[in-house]
């Protein structure tokens, strides 16, 4: 089992099953899944007994419990080890964030691509809010997220307050996110507000054209602004596809180009709100980033498919 995509396993342990280790059931369950990457998973925080998150692999379970465990690309990307000395091995190899502002009440991360921003189903390890939270101290709130692939500003509460207070200007709207994208082709317009809903839910993007570029032999790249109104799972690659030109680098919903850079190509280049306790407007701009900068470079000069 290599190379795994999101893959999501749920069953009810049976009466075979009755007093073996977890590790145990996982691998006599999952096709293909090894004792060894059984307690990897967890230990990544990916097993789930009952609903309840279970990192003890040589925990006994009982017939009729339902265990569900979700492996995928935190499996692949985890040492094949196990316990305090693996998972300093794993945060060793993440990427490294800055911290662009931090009070008692919040702090601003720009946060570079391959990192995630907070626990998921596959992992409550790793994660931007779990490093932030040792490094700090103190609780950290998860206000919104950025994709793993996806750099740029992203904010956290470190008080319920905050949290609650931050989140509801995010539900009204009032949050100023920007986000730079290179897309593939030649976009026809130069600026258009897009009104595609995602996942059933209403979703408002305003994009403009801020460069063109076309080496020969491509079919070119547009560098375009968006900025939310919402502020949906995947909004700006989904809107970007509905419109034609996804964004170069996209595994997920793009395709292959000559053109392809290192990574996704997407930034959250700006963040702005008002400070939940202070009331004081904030804003916070970070550039194009540094790993995509000698790629966009090249796709100026028109060298970049040669």
């Known amino acids: 089992m290599t190379g795994l995509s999101h893959q999501r396993y749920r ?3 049976r009466p075979e099953d009755a007093g073996q280790r977890l590790d145990q059931v996982l691998a006599a369950n999952i096709p293909g899944l090894s004792r060894r990457k059984a307690r990897v998973a967890i230990d990544l925080g990916g097993v789930f007994v ?4 279970v990192k003890v692999a040589g925990r006994p379970i009982r017939p009729g419990q339902t265990i569900l465990a979700h492996l995928g690309g935190a499996l692949d990307r ?9 998972r300093a091995k794993d945060e060793a190899t993440l990427p490294p964030f800055r911290v662009v502002y931090k009070d008692d009440d919040l702090v601003v991360v720009d946060k570079p ?7 998921t189903p596959e992992s409550d390890r790793g994660n931007l809010a779990d490093l932030l939270g040792r ?8 206000v919104h997220r950025l994709d793993l692939d996806t750099s740029g500003l992203v904010v956290f509460a470190r008080t319920e307050a905050a949290n609650r207070a931050l989140s509801d200007r995010i539900r009204a709207h009032d949050f100023d996110r920007v986000y730079l994208a290179a897309l593939l082709g030649l976009v026809a317009w130069d600026e258009r507000t897009i009104e595609e809903p995602v996942a059933g839910k209403r979703a408002v993007s305003h994009a403009a054209v801020l460069e063109r570029l ?7 790249a547009t560098l375009t602004r968006f900025r939310l109104t919402t502020g949906r799972t995947h909004q700006i690659r989904l809107h970007a596809l509905h419109e034609g030109h996804p964004v170069l680098g996209d595994r997920k919903y793009g395709k292959t180009s000559p053109l392809d850079p290192p990574r996704l190509a997407l930034h959250a280049t700006r963040l702005g709100f008002v400070h939940p306790r202070t009331g004081e407007s904030l804003a916070w701009e970070s550039p194009w980033p540094d790993d995509l900068a000698p790629w966009l470079e090249e796709l100026r000069k028109g060298t970049l498919a040669r």
């Open 50 to 53: 009952d609903g309840a998150r």
């Open 214 to 220: 076309s080496p020969p032999g491509t079919p070119g």
């Open 78 to 86: 985890a040492t094949k080890e196990v316990g305090a000395a693996a």
């Open 135 to 142: 490094t700090l101290g103190g609780t950290i709130y998860v």
């Open 11 to 13: 069953f009810v342990a």
């Open 113 to 119: 691509s391959g990192l995630v921003t907070a626990p």
